[in-house]
């Protein structure tokens, strides 16, 4: 059986971009056709080149979306350019335009909320209108936080409460992870940068409502918190070198309120030296659910590996602004 | 918002029926409209007094389903009669035809192969024409050993091998359960009813058989065996007087075979006493993952569960029969 590939265009080159392309070159099903990266030392190179492999793949990374939508033929945008919907809107709006689906690791995207739902009404429309989806999913969020433990309650009668659990040892991730959590920073520091709204996880809120949303759940508030976990030794790793008291990393918390109780709790830790990292998820109903993945669903391949095993679930759901709940579950695909 | 009720019709008034119609009675979203059993001693009662509740529901149970689908307008069938599609093809077909979607137990519908898949043509051919949906789903098979582990391939870049194991200790199950496993049978009893084909968990070749599918193992062979597990000291349940030596339950294994390698293993122990109850699933692949279930994903109820929980996503599919994963995956329904 010989079938037609899905025809893929890379849209954003950092670290979970590169590692999206380089499997998608490994899949029998799909296709590079292009790639854009604004970036000037980026722009004009080898895919090949950019992605650190021995050959060339003769697909010149383009500087300009609009330009390549047009002499390209595609199926299909990997978009991994920026977690703010603010900032992707009008990358969303050339693609949809384009008349292709796209699969992006915005965080925002995931759920999008309140004024980002506003600045994404025209993408919505245009794509109903070119009959093409759009989708925002990854690890974190997009699966161990959100689709999991909803894929959870299916098997409940009845659901009180949720604890959903992330602990992430920073030390085992690349160094813009280590740095977005605040590892090396004064406590202080930390504190002024949280108060400026500079710290944090993007996406855990937009986990938080997606879940209430499905289950029913109209939480009357959203309580979120963000503090430093500081280094209780010195600690070495090969990005930063802490002393007792630096910040290691990130404690933030989502809490979903409903008439004065807190059905939704979700934690996510992410410090240098973490123990026991894992993926954890309770469910207090009937029946009671508990479950927990050892060492957690972590790393940038998992991440990867949300957004290619998706893409052909987005190519068959209905047009316009979709979520992961609107899809058959993913799976691996080969 | 006043949306319109889902109109359930439940076949079949066993354990799970029961269940299943019980809590359906609980969802804001669903009511029962009908209810049909052949069994003598329920057809023609009062639904609420086959469900052990206080009040009449004023819903007769029907010994005549054709009648009933002719007389009663309804949405969706709760169909929980037999496992065999053999023994339930005709009432499949019966539904279909008065246009209703379906939502089965049936373990064989899960995922119809080969004979199976013979006897459903007509069935299948017909839920197209009438643009009715036919689903078979549950708790085993549908969703802890097939279901779950294909959602969690969804964030591996790649997949090696899986392990899914299911450990259930039969002396918490309700007596037909225990009885289904063996329990109370001499060894040579046991062996000589699995020479017949008359023990063993049915479902679970066709959980692999679904998982192999999606992911794309074009399967040599698939090697079952079925084991009596005896009791190593007397043991006393609610049904059961056991001896030592007596037959405690059952352990039944899978394997999926691939180019002499077996990438799929499916273990399922079901005994009286059975220690450390669980689900578990091992994926080697990229990265690995490794989930459990302490105390497992257990019992009546979230199999009533999943197949209540299931049905507004059975009514948004599309026609003819469908597999779990043809659906967005379930989630808790209020």
Redesign the interface.
């Known amino acids: 059986m010989t079938e037609k590939k899905i025809r893929i265009i890379h849209y954003g080159l950092g670290p979970i971009g590169i590692e999206t392309a380089k499997?998608v070159l490994?899949k029998t099903r799909m296709e590079i056709v292009g790639a854009v990266d604004i970036a000037p030392d980026k722009a004009g190179r080898d895919l090949g080149e950019i992605l650190g492999l021995p050959e060339r793949l003769n697909i010149p990374v383009s500087g300009d979306a609009k330009d390549l939508f047009r002499r390209v033929g595609a199926d299909v945008v990997i978009h991994t350019a920026s977690s703010r919907i603010r900032d992707i809107a009008p990358q969303l709006m050339e693609m949809v335009e384009a008349g292709l689906h796209v699969v992006s690791s915005s965080e925002e995207l995931l759920f999008p909320m309140s004024e980002n739902s506003k600045l994404l009404k025209d993408v919505h429309n245009l794509a109903v209108k070119r009959k093409v989806s759009v989708l925002g999913t990854g690890?974190n969020p997009g699966?161990v936080m959100d689709?999991?433990p909803?894929?959870l309650?299916?098997?409940?009668?009845?659901?009180e409460s949720l604890r959903i659990e992330r602990v992430v040892d920073a030390a085992s991730r690349r160094y813009p992870l280590q740095k977005k959590v605040g590892a090396g920073m004064t406590e202080e520091e930390f504190r002024d940068k949280t108060s400026r709204k500079l710290m944090g996880h993007v996406g855990l809120v937009e986990s938080l409502n997606l879940v209430a949303h499905?289950?029913?759940i109209p939480l009357d508030d959203v309580v979120e918190t963000i503090d430093p976990v500081l280094a209780e030794k010195p600690v070495i790793t090969a990005y930063f070198d802490l002393k007792k008291g630096d910040v290691a990393g990130i404690h933030h918390v989502a809490r979903g309120i409903y008439k004065g109780e807190m059905p939704l709790l979700l934690v996510l830790d992410m410090y240098i030296g973490a123990p026991d990292p894992h993926d954890s998820i309770v469910i207090r109903?009937?029946?009671?659910?508990?479950?927990?993945?050892?060492?957690g669903?972590?790393?940038d391949?998992?991440t990867?590996?949300?957004l290619?095993?998706?893409v052909p679930a987005v190519i068959a759901a209905k047009p316009g602004i979709v979520t992961v709940?609107?899809?058959?579950?993913?799976?691996?695909?080969?």
């Open positions: 499997l490994r690890v699966f689709s999991l909803l894929f309650t299916g098997v409940c009668e009845e659901v499905h289950l029913g109903g009937t029946p009671n659910i508990q479950m927990r993945i050892d060492g669903v972590a790393g391949q998992a990867a590996a949300v290619v095993n998706t709940k609107d899809l058959p579950s993913p799976h691996f695909v080969r």
